[in-house]
């Protein structure tokens, strides 16, 4: 009997756990892959991780790797040091990286150096920002992928740019839409009863990114911003333990004490979709935040200069505002005070791109 294909899965990010549950389910379609999963603990504490394994219905994973926090030498470094003896013994026959952040890179690094195929999902994304570290962190693993599933059309042109073959690109959709339209239905009104709040009567917030939380100016301006806007309308904050250890070590947690600012500790991803879904908009600069509010039909006020997510603006669903106290301020205003816009729907944002994604490795990967 011909033994299982080895589909060895690495996240390590509250954003990879969301996009591997769908995969996994595909799996179980297939009795002759073998899936194993490894977390290399880059978000370690019980709110970042675990939650979202059980909320998720992630298996277990086979292999953590305990990396922890640390600067991005130090983790990709650590990642890389613990993955390699997990691969020598398991010997896939495909290695899957998600998404952009250090694990991603490591993975895909360790993959490449003990010559084994290498998948990458959300490949082709790019903010143009050669600061951000996860833009490095795509650029490098795109150039060493064997397989880049994509999320659309625009991505895909990203790659053809940088000179990489076409016969190795897949458009495939958003990974994401399939936990999410998978889930929705799960997202009742509990959390918005436990927080006293009403339908499309508050805002959502969440700031977690580095270059904007590692500068007191720049964090105060934000939460200044945010201040004031909760003066008229309530903003629910589920704030990342980043941020918050940033709050108090800038001694600026009187900001946090406005009012209408509902600051709690980070939610689950089902308590996430049903307070956004339900906000008037959503104030974010997460990545992950602005494609969701697409799917929901959300208006999005990203506190970026750049996104990766070019596609969202495309759709109406999303704005770059910056992190300007007064830019931030009057784009809340304006979305307040306009009516709903359409939001366009996304060509192959679906639910479906597990499929496509299993569909087409086990293929490619079972005729070698």
């Not at 929705?184 to 805002?203: D, F, V």
Request: aromatic letters at 6%; glycine letters at 6%; charged letters at 25%.
């Amino acid at each position: 009997m011909k033994n299982k294909l080895k589909f060895l899965v690495v996240v390590g990010a509250r954003p990879n756990f969301i996009k591997i549950a769908p995969l996994f389910e595909e799996f179980k379609k297939y009795k002759s892959i073998k899936p194993i999963l490894v977390h290399t603990g880059q978000h370690y504490d019980f709110e970042m991780s675990q939650v979202f394994f059980d909320g998720l219905r992630i298996p277990k994973p086979n292999y953590n790797l305990g990396v922890g926090s640390g600067s991005h030498g130090v983790q990709t470094a650590k990642t890389m040091l613990k993955l390699e003896p997990v691969v020598l013994k398991e010997k896939p026959d495909i290695i899957v990286v998600v998404g952009d952040v250090n694990s991603t890179i490591a993975a895909a690094l360790v993959a490449k150096k003990l010559n084994i195929p290498l998948a990458h999902i959300e490949a082709g994304m790019r903010s143009y920002d050669s600061n951000m570290p996860e833009e490095i962190n795509r650029i490098l693993t795109d150039q060493i992928s064997d397989f880049l599933f994509v999320t659309s059309e625009s991505d895909k042109k990203n790659l053809l740019r940088e000179g990489i073959d076409s016969k190795k690109i897949f458009i495939v959709g958003n990974i994401m839409t399939d936990t999410l339209l998978k889930m929705i239905n799960k997202a009742t009104g509990k959390i918005l009863e436990k927080l006293s709040l009403k339908k499309n009567n508050y805002a959502f917030l969440t700031i977690h990114r580095a270059e904007n939380t590692n500068k007191k100016e720049i964090l105060k301006g934000i939460l200044e911003a945010i201040s004031r806007i909760s003066e008229r309308i309530p903003i629910v904050f589920p704030i990342h333990p980043r941020t918050k250890k940033n709050v108090e070590e800038f001694g600026i947690e009187t900001i946090l004490k406005s009012q209408g600012l509902i600051t709690i500790p980070p939610v689950s991803y089902i308590d996430s979709i049903g307070l956004m879904k339900n906000a008037i908009f959503v104030l974010t600069d997460s990545g992950g935040i602005q494609h969701e509010t697409a799917i929901l039909g959300v208006p999005c006020l990203t506190l970026r200069k750049n996104t990766e997510w070019s596609i969202t603006i495309k759709s109406g669903s999303n704005r770059l505002i910056g992190v300007s106290k007064v830019k931030i301020i009057k784009a809340v205003f304006d979305v307040i005070g306009r009516k709903k816009k359409r939001i366009k729907t996304i060509k192959y944002w679906d639910g479906k791109t597990s499929q496509r994604i299993v569909r087409l490795l086990y293929k490619k990967i079972n005729a070698r």
